[in-house]
């Protein structure tokens, strides 16, 4: 179908869930109860590291709780987060655990009656620790003789030992990168770190469990994956699925968080068999923000290039500290490997990567994944690079990024496509005009108190994990639909894939509206759970919409066959000579011969002759994965302005743009780009989260405000946000669509690294770049001039080697 | 913990409730009158997903004992809307696709609501100043400052929700 006779992929419609939205009747995870429910507390370790010597759980019991100890959850290891295939699952977790391994970390829980007991309760139990070394940092995980955090982990069936707090290790080798590196005429290498930010999902984690009278279970939680939580709850708890029945309520936010099943989810279910009744465990936000954060990283980078610029080789070593658990460092570390081998083309390149346990919260997912890492070291250098070279680096990276016809890493080595859809010159000329790249500041040149900068970094994200492949593969990705056509002529769509809040299902919506040729208002979405809806293995990796949206178009273009075969039936024509379009004054879709103008019906219509006639009822239940993971392109240019006395830097404007095909939700997509640069602003300068070194305390102990999540006053004026789409087509996606989401955070922090770079003209390496920190780089870099000025020898790094 | 009654008018209609003395005006909204739209983000008073009006002021209902109330009007989400007609700042949040995963959304309007009360046709900067206690993961703020800022549109346009 052409994108001109497109009616509701387009529009501006209001977000089917909008109307339940801003009137507060919206049901989430944290709203629900059921009757006789009992509330549950987690008992949580205030030691980093500790034996749990033993547990007295009576005086609990004598106030009446129901209490579940390690002793009562089964011994299975799991990982919570079975997105990955099982040869590439590490399993290092318990219901509640065996030993403490981050402060935080489930010991126990209770249930009672009223909250305020289970706290009682929980106050009641009695816990003897032994601690042990207190692990912050990945030199004291690597150093010999460091206390095990893990001694072994489950893999594919086999204990695996872990040696040094090693979790996992991954290289990918291109080419030949000594001969590559003897070839280059110049060799820039830097060490860049991010933060371990807390994703600041305004829902904290909630469960509430029933037991069924037979046996079975009924769970609503926050997550991204109800049928991957029930697979889980069924491994753990040894129930036959039929019997576990996870169901779909909105999602608070999760931006990675629930991709994994939240800890709290199975010890809630623990406590309800216990007790035999239901129970709801609430997160505070205190708790939450002890149970997850994003992967930090450091990555040194290493480019050779000739005098032209050309990159002939590229070394990266990443090592990352993936806290207590390890959720998904298999992925992380070839998806961090494969994004940078997807930005620019490069002939050769080394990349190594390790994973290393610490006694801190587990990191996992948030939005990007591991691109926004691999992004900003490599935007950054490559902007180094341009500036050494003399280069305008929009032209720099114009001439060397990997576009149409390349090979795309969708998320690792497993995952590969060959790009066919590539908005990338227009998405950075587009940009480049409307922020003014041409009238930016030569860097360093300014003088006065306040400073502006102009930086600018390119990228993407994958759009789902797709791949030709037919075993083998690292991660599971497909998605299901059902839909069905009423008897008034409208529709269900009953699709268990989760929306975060970006409008997914609401794109799918009329996906499904525009394939069949009704109105959008005739599609509805079905509230469902994992008994009445197909598998969908989880909303990442920006799958929404290319994934789940093209499983749900398969489905309908099999309806729209059937009400065919039916209308033309009644119209006695051959159904390829009939068309359905949507029919504005009628409110409805309307089949007719376009050669025989008298032969037309409604879709409504159809639906009724087949119901009153006793014919049936028209549906489709299709499941289907991607073979491809197409890029979706994302542009960043942003001004800040930087406080030189105070050290703070002010985001000013920006200019986002997004290649994400056909635009599904205009104003949708449009916000999840002024979403991104929020969270990117936060990420760049001024969230973080610090470990006590002696206790493996989180310094923020939870507080929110500490977490320094952005308001609304620190974002740009909502005019001096500027956001723009390639005028693409993907040819593997719904009606031309590809992801949008999580890429619109990915370049963000190069971005502003490279945008302070042109304030000040000092290269930042490691965000959050904090008031405190511009400080002492403004004090050096004067330090610097003074002595230049008097004919001393330089100190400041050279950024050319060789 | 003891009981006692504690009245006062919610969404217009005047009520009783039996409440213990530490129990905040959140939980007895949401778990008594399972009035849901008001949410718990952090509990102290860091995020104001919790906002309601209390005599038409915002008021954190995480940080409000329900005893307080007594004898005051509390207004939730659920209440902003007349009967079937929208609020409206809630057409002009959906216009403005102000909504994304939609937690905070509640706390949002309910305070952008007081803002308009006083001001009717904000500046942005009014907006930010009245809104800086309230936070956002979604959206980047951007769509909600319109939303506000645009607000006074819709005074004299009315919205019928579709009929129950």
Known sequence: MLSTELKSVGDASWRKDGLSKVTGSEKYAPDVSVDRMWHGRVLRSPHAHARIVSVDTSAAEALGAVCLTYDDVPKMRYNERIVSTPPCLYRDRTVVADKARHVGEAVLAVAAPTEELAERALRAVRVEYAPLQVITTMEQALKDGADPIHDTVLLDGKDVPIRN??????????????KGFAEAELVFERTFRTSRIYHAQMEPKTVTCRPEIDGGITVWCSTQSIHNTRILLGQIYGLPLNKVNVVKV????????????????????????????????ASTREEDMHDHVRYPS???????????????????RAEIDIGAHNIQAYPFLGGLGGFWASLYKLPNMKYSGRAIYSNKTPSCAMQGFGAPQAHFAVECLMDEIAHALGLDPVDYKLRHYVGLGGTFWGQGPASKCIIRS???PELLRTGAEKIGW????????????MRRGIGMARGFHTSGVGHAKASGAEMIDYSGAIVKLNEDGTLDLIQSLMDHGGGTNHAIAKIVADEIGVPGHMVGISPCDTRTSLYDVTTHATRGVYAGGAAALKAAKSVKAQILHWAARVLDVLPESLVIEPDDNLGQGVVYCPNLAERRMTVGDVARYLHINSLGTISASESMRQVNCPPAYVSYFVEVEVDTETGQIHTRRAALGSDCGTVVNPALASGQLVGGLSKGQGYALIEDNHWDPVTGELASKGFWVDGKTPSMAEAPLADDIMTHFAHTYEPTGPFGAKGVGEAAKNPAIAAFANAVHNALGIRFYEVPITPEKVLAALAGQEAQQRDTSKGRARTAPAPVAE | MKKQIVRFTLNGTPREFAVAANDLLLNVIREQEKLTGTKYGC?????????????????????????????????TIEGLAQGRELDPLQRSFLDNNAVQCGYCTPGMIMIGRTLLDETP??????????MRGQLC???????????????????????RMPAE
């Open chain 2, 43 to 75: 509990g102290i008073g860091e995020c104001g997903a919790c906002t309601v009006h209390v005599d038409g002021r915002p008021v954190l209902s995480c940080l409000k004992l329900a005893v307080e109330a007594e004898g005051c009007e509390v207004v």
């Open chain 2, 137 to 159: 993961r979604c959206t980047g703020y951007a769509s909600i400052a319109k939303a506000v800022m645009g607000a006074g549109e819709y005074e004299t346009k009315a919205f």
């Open chain 1, 422 to 424: 590539d908005g990338v």
């Open chain 1, 250 to 281: 909105a999602l608070g936010g999760a931006f990675g968080s629930s991709i994994q099943m939240n800890s709290v989810t199975p010890i809630c279910v623990g406590l309800a068999l216990k007790a035999g009744r239901p129970v709801k465990i």
């Open chain 1, 438 to 449: 041409d009238k930016r500041p030569k860097p360093g040149s300014q003088t006065g108190r």
């Open chain 2, 121 to 130: 046709n904000p500046t942005e900067e009014e907006v930010r100043s009245h």
């Open chain 1, 165 to 178: 707090n090693v979790a996992v290790q991954r290289t990918i080798d291109v080419g030949d990168v000594e």
């Open chain 1, 298 to 316: 450091q990555i040194t980078l290493k480019l050779g290039v000739r005098k032209d610029g050309t990159l002939v080789a590229g070394e990266m």
